[in-house]
């Protein structure tokens, strides 16, 4: 077992001493105070502010450009204000605040109250308080009452941040003091809704429980059975054995420190990492081999809409970035529970609603993987084999909106390709149903259990500078060629490259295995006089159902294309827009793209859409194995050859497998090593 | 590091004494000895006969089905007839014959010689005697000198398998005496054409090299670069640290021997493991906690089209398990090279030409791997996260056809989950072109290289028994309702099942989230009262793009459709058909599916196609990185809820991951462990 010692020594840590903040470093403890004072000395001195959000003001690109260039290439830096941006209400009000701090010049630039419509997320202040509120209504608690409940068992609300519409659940009578018993198994009718302003429960709804909307009223409640999900209460499987993943030389990356920010350096990729209230994670500046990829990577928005068309259901549609925060709903992760191998973790500061520092431990995990073999090939006249194996950086965070998980990560590996992996997981969010009742918009997943189905459609926005900042968007098609004598035999086909002329939403076309490029058309690749370019892989799913009059359909501005193609224009980075609580629509990509821009060689914006149609099955409950969904990013014609020829071969030496059984045919362990690459290379390994 | 001593020692591997040899087991070295002595009895003592597979016949279900069930439930076990199916050639002739011989009555059941059109794969030993014929030829050898090759430089001939086309490569002159040195980088524009039965070259053709159909008789060799793959040959990227996979205790998996078959048990599975020259590895009687999921399942065949439409490119088109075989092609696998952990390897006998057995070492290697978070769950209130890993065992085979490699593998997961994983790798297959040309069909690689446009179509073959042997298929689809008062926003949508009631080919539909689900209506799930089924997750792809009327089309009988679905037959097992060697067409599924059974709660088989249009990179060359395409099999409404919330809780403790640097704010890593699974469930993980 190799020990904390020798890998912590084997990870270089380097903490630069540049006195300068990285224009592009998370705000600092000591940055937040200094924009919440500025922000403060406007008001009265008892003004009580509710702060919602206090992050970095990222710079113009047109002065981070000239900047991370200059950092690049070892030049002079130029210099760059820093910025902090913050919204806040005053407490108790819906007055809803936009401020924009200057710490340079010490300076308030900007702060006005936001119009109508505009709503921040909620906090994790407010949803704890909303639930009190809802549990301890008189009128709430009077009906509950007519439930006949067994004592201890209610449990709190599971928080609908568009509504306030507060569903209760309640915990298992026969375990009421476990507090991690799953309330989601015990639904119940009753549906408080609270008004944000006064903080009162303005209406009691019931939920309808049967197959159309007819709502009775509380009913006497009926003994349910449990379904529990935490370990001591299950009669966990036996049979499996360790397995560890050991890297008795440490890791192979190196982490350089600066401030708030982490520059990471692994097999020929650099690149910096970000982390934000919003976004979470944010990759920037990052390069391979030297050669510009992209200028920022990040999860951008996410619409979760449901499919019960019934009050109170319809308006269920979150936004779980923009409604909560991928940031600041980062789990705190957990060595030996969360990844395996030499981990190592960053965290991050945000701010809480008083707009004081919050620590944020572990919020982003880094770690190398085994990604399986990487390329291989048998010379069959030799029999020599040459195989390398495909080691993954993995750069992950785990968040947790309410009752669903979501596990993130980035993934770069030696052959130039950058992944970006989305496990789904956690909790279904339940209702009530009644016995013997099946509705075709969800499933049963337990008695009395009603799983209603939902999309999961993710956002993933990426600001590509493949071989500089110019780009363009085009896709390749392949194309059966007609029946001639040119080919004869109607089997013949060729691609067909289409440039994306203006901003817009474009989709997939399977049938034409249609395939869209970022590509650099001023940089062309030495061998074969093609553009440089990296090509997107995504899975095929199902766009937004809801139709396009909907709210659903005019708040999530991205659910109804594959990709969204923009011209950059600062400050548009959420695809469903700043203020996606009770959004109108009309703030994101699809208005951007509305404007037409010419995209052709420009600095070019790319939303990628991904998404599953959840149907819901009894296996999802009491929490759904991991649905993974994965797009990536890979070179075409941007290197000479496979960039990943010069990984070392794949050898026992280096791998130090162990070989189980006397059956193996191919002599002792030790017999095969001889130190050199020939280990996998010396027998015929194919009998042609 | 673990020994091999102590997983050795874990793995327990126990041979069963039983006298009688499974019907499912593939033939000893004995019986292939046997049946072949019972065939050439048949004929006079001086006949030469070339021996093409020599293989298990498998009983019909009707009798191999009574039998799994006796043996699972520990009933007497009825007698069932061993028999072997054989192919052979009169050598030196094109008479090609089957035989199916008896080997309990020491009887020839049937010996016929095949009609016209139906050919025999190419075996090891006619690819190595065609490589001589064609560069030995005399008329070969007059056009390579007018090329004026370097000395020394010439190599062998890559073949094509349906026209023994030979195409001819150079080896790097600077490096002639390397056999390993990579000769698709070097390719000549002369052809030979070989017939099989006399054996002479009975054409040279000469290949295209421009934009058009003109071929240009032999031209002086022009000094080429060279494009090695063999790591000596490169500069090797340095800074890789050993990443191992240790398993101190052994693996958890246990393997039953039973004569020349495998049953594999490990975390409620239970599986035999076949293998045979064609299909390679087989599952057979796949079973999950007792319950009946799958009686067979093996790749079925495969199909790579290329897309030049000019002579005699238009011909190629090859069928790498009816044209060669991917038992036969097998890598023999090696320790520490192809998989990372304890590893058990898995052996077959086959037969060479002369009908003598052929031993096969490792051509099958079984090993657990980690397949990230399995599920996971935080408490925002309690802070308390539950968290599992989702450990897969990996049934993996590789296989080398020429230029191309397959990395083939069935995973099993604790969430009753089966997925099939194939890693497309190797070499492209290239021709010459000329300098500054460009095609539409195809790349260019390398200096006066072109890799051309090809598909590659796979097709698996599964034979279901969910929870019984009588199932139907239905699929899902996820669509809009229609406005109204009971949808007055539009947002609502719902799921419809469809049933297919005949044999046919079916397609996937995204855009309605069409899912296919083979389904045991007889069974229905406790919970829910829904009928307890399986689904299938496969990846979008462009079918097959030569036109209907084509050989291609004709020949490649899966590859025009996401599924096919028949009733099952006794030896209806290949896709294609039985000889895909220069085949017509009309012997495969295609044909089978067109019977129109009925095939609701049948004795239902399904053939899922997945695959690639493969449109070459340069950083494809000189290996390609993995293009990794996987399926799954999903449970939906088969158990009572998630099948792996038993797993044991991830813990430090178990997984022993180690801390790097000291930036890491959770203490030491013994501080974390306190033994139980609580180490990942102690602080609040979420800042709500």
Not at 303 to 314: M, T
């Amino acid at each position: 077992m190799a020990t904390e010692n020798i890998s912590s020594a084997s990870l270089p840590v380097r903490t630069t001493k540049q006195s300068i903040i990285h224009p592009l470093a998370p705000i600092s403890a000591n940055e937040i105070e200094g924009a919440v004072a500025i922000i403060k000395f406007q008001w009265p001195t008892d003004t009580d502010l509710h702060f919602k959000a206090i992050t970095l003001q990222e710079p113009a690109k047109a002065e981070a450009v000239p900047y991370i260039e200059a950092e690049f290439h070892g030049a002079d830096l130029p210099h760059i204000d820093r910025r902090v941006f913050c919204t806040y209400y005053l407490r108790q009000t819906d007055k809803f605040h936009e401020a924009v701090v200057n710490l340079t010049t010490q300076a308030l630039e900007y702060n006005v109250r936001l119009g109508p419509n505009q709503h921040a997320p909620l906090d994790g202040q407010e949803i704890l308080e909303f639930e009190k509120i809802a549990i301890e209504d008189p009128k709430v608690q009077e009906e509950l009452k007519e439930l006949q409940l067994p004592e201890g068992s209610s449990d709190g609300v599971d928080d609908d941040r568009r509504m306030l519409q507060a569903f209760l659940y309640m915990r298992d009578p026969a375990n009421a003091g476990e507090a991690d018993s799953n309330h989601y198994a015990l639904p119940l009718s009753i549906s408080p809704v609270i008004c944000t302003d006064t903080k009162e429960v303005i209406r009691i709804d019931h939920l309808p429980t049967g197959k159309d909307s007819t709502v009775t009223g509380p009913r006497l409640w009926q003994q349910r059975p449990a379904n529990e999900y935490i370990p001591e209460l299950q009669e966990l499987r036996t049979g499996l054995k360790p397995l560890n993943v050991v890297q008795p030389e440490g890791a192979s990356f190196s982490i350089t420190e600066q401030g708030t920010s982490n520059v990471v350096e692994w097999q020929k990729w650099q690149f910096r990492v970000g982390f934000n209230q919003r976004e979470g994670m944010v990759i920037y500046d990052c390069r391979y081999d030297g050669r510009n990829l992209f200028y920022r990577m990040a999860l951008s928005d996410m619409n979760i809409p449901y499919a019960d068309p019934r009050q109170p259901f319809l308006r269920k549609s979150a936004f779980d970035l923009g409604d909560a925060g991928a940031g600041i709903m980062a789990n705190d992760l957990k060595l030996g529970c969360d990844c395996l191998g030499s981990i190592h973790y960053l965290s991050a500061t945000l701010a809480d609603d008083k707009g004081n520092p919050l620590d944020m431990p572990n919020v982003v995990c880094i770690h190398e993987q085994d990604g399986g073999i990487g390329w291989k090939h048998t010379n069959f006249r030799t029999g020599r084999a040459a195989v390398v194996r495909n080691r993954e950086l993995v750069v992950q965070s785990i968040i947790t909106v309410a009752n669903y998980e979501y596990i993130m990560a980035f993934m770069f590996n030696q052959a130039g390709e950058v992944g970006y992996e989305v496990r789904a997981t956690g909790i279904l969010s339940t209702q009530p149903i009644d016995d013997g009742v099946e509705v075709p918009w969800g499933t049963v997943v337990h008695p009395g259990v009603l799983a209603t189905h939902h999309q999961h459609i993710f956002s993933l926005r990426v600001d590509p500078m493949i071989d500089g900042y110019e780009n363009r968007l085009v896709y390749d098609e392949a194309l059966p060629m007609p029946r001639s004598d040119f080919n004869p035999h109607g089997t013949g086909y060729y691609t067909q490259e289409t440039v994306v002329e203006t901003s817009g939403g474009y989709d997939l076309d399977f049938d034409k295995n249609r395939t869209f490029k970022i590509q650099n058309s001023a940089v062309k690749n030495p061998i074969n006089g093609k553009p440089v370019a990296y090509k997107i892989h995504a899975p095929a799913f199902q766009k937004m159902l809801a139709d396009t009059e909907s709210f659903n359909y005019k708040r999530a501005e991205f659910a109804d294309k594959n990709i969204y193609a923009v011209k950059y224009r600062d400050d548009e980075l959420y695809a469903g827009g700043k203020y996606t609580n009770q959004s109108r629509g009309g703030s994101g990509v699809r208005s951007w793209a509305a404007r037409k821009d010419s995209i052709v060689d420009e600095d070019l914006v790319l939303f990628l859409q991904f998404g599953i149609n959840h149907i819901p099955r009894i296996e999802d409950f009491p929490i759904m194995p991991c649905e993974i969904i994965k797009i990536s990013m890979k070179p075409v014609n941007f290197f000479e050859r496979n960039p990943a020829i010069d990984v070392p071969p794949s050898t026992q030496a280096f791998n130090k497998s162990v070989q189980l059984s006397e059956q193996h045919r191919q002599g002792t362990v030790e017999g095969d090593v001889n130190g050199s690459g020939d280990v996998c290379c010396t027998t015929t390994s194919s009998k042609l």
